[in-house]
């Protein structure tokens, strides 16, 4: 079992940069894959990156590659999502999501088990 919880959100202009983390308890947090996920209002909810459990691999969506950096540090038991050059599209609710038996090119929301309550990030023009 793992409780995640996301944090760092909020308004920022264009261009931009933001830093959100997930942190994580219970057990053998290391041995989870991680990903990081965004909705928008009205929108379906949407893949964004995902990391594997020694945080070796990772994995973008074309939307956010070059611009988006995902890492994590174990010893805290923290995934972070580094936001660089932020444009108003994305603003949305960002989720933090682990799971055992995903891929970190699994981008379908319904194959993780483990959700963080979610923390709102919104670009400005």
């Known amino acids: 079992q793992v409780q995640l919880a996301e944090s760092g959100g909020g308004l920022v202009q264009a261009g931009g940069s933001l830093r959100l983390s997930c942190a994580a308890s219970?057990?053998?947090?290391?041995?989870?894959?991680v990903a990081w996920f965004r909705q928008a209002p009205g929108k379906e909810r949407e893949f964004v990156a995902a990391?594997?459990?020694?945080?070796?691999?990772?994995y973008y969506s074309h939307s956010v590659k070059g611009r988006f950096t995902i890492s994590r540090d174990n010893a805290k038991n923290t995934v972070y999502l580094q936001m660089n050059s932020l444009k108003p599209e994305d603003t949305a609710v960002y989720y933090c999501?682990?799971?055992?038996?995903?891929?970190?090119?699994?981008?379908?929301?319904?194959?993780?088990?483990?959700w963080g309550q979610g923390t709102q990030v919104t670009g400005s023009s």
């Open positions: 999501a682990a799971d055992l038996r995903v891929l970190i090119t699994t981008t379908t929301p319904s194959r993780y088990t483990y």
């Open positions: 219970g057990r053998a947090f290391s041995s989870y894959i």
């Open positions: 990391i594997s459990a020694g945080g070796g691999s990772t």
